[in-house]
């Protein structure tokens, strides 16, 4: 994979956290954007090394799958970011702890382990996606935190959208390329 197609892959994955940062940033006001980042970010990193951990314990035989494997999981990632992003949102509630932004950071991290392992069967070097997404979620989170109060749930959903979209096309083309239908 492609130096370019990791960063379209980890960008995609952190729109859900940018979707996140901008609710967190709407409830929490500015003085709360350094927590909010350093959490998200956090939580990002730390789940997709534990995934990448996972996947460089696989057996080579399984390594052999990954193509069908990581394909399969970015597109139902992708299908699941496209759900959420129909469903109605909840309205922010006012102010957030570190609790409650931890507990958000989880839920939205867990997808980061499933490309972690993606990472780890692909070769990719383990402090290079650690970097990746960590300067990609930590810039994402700081300009949805930063200007989660002056943007409204349409764009939320707007992110959430083209994240998922984005994860289901990297999908398509790896079980594409699986099938050697295409070669990039």
Not at 92 to 111: F, R
Request: hydrophobic share 55%; glycine share 14%; aromatic share 4%.
């Amino acid at each position: 994979m492609h130096i370019l197609e990791q960063l379209l892959l980890v960008f995609g994955l952190s729109m859900d956290g940018f979707a996140a940062s901008v609710c967190m940033g709407m409830a929490a006001g500015p003085r709360r954007i350094g927590p909010i980042v350093a959490i998200m970010s956090g939580f990002h990193v730390g789940m997709l090394l534990l995934g990448y951990a996972v996947g460089a314990g696989l057996p080579d035989s399984l390594a052999a799958m990954y193509p069908w494997v990581a394909g399969l999981l970015l597109a139902a990632m992708g299908v699941r970011m496209l759900r959420q992003a129909r469903q109605p949102e909840e309205a922010p509630q006012g102010g957030q702890t570190a609790g409650s932004i931890a507990a958000l950071s989880l839920a939205t991290s867990i997808d980061a382990m499933t490309v972690g392992v993606a990472f780890a069967m692909m070769e990719v070097p383990a402090p290079r996606a650690g970097a990746m997404v960590a300067v990609v979620m930590g810039c994402l989170s700081t300009a949805g935190a930063s200007f989660g109060s002056r943007v409204g749930q349409n764009r939320r959903r707007a992110a959430r959208t083209a994240g998922g979209a984005i994860l289901c096309l990297l999908g398509l083309k790896m079980l594409l390329e699986a099938l050697d239908l295409i070669s990039f």
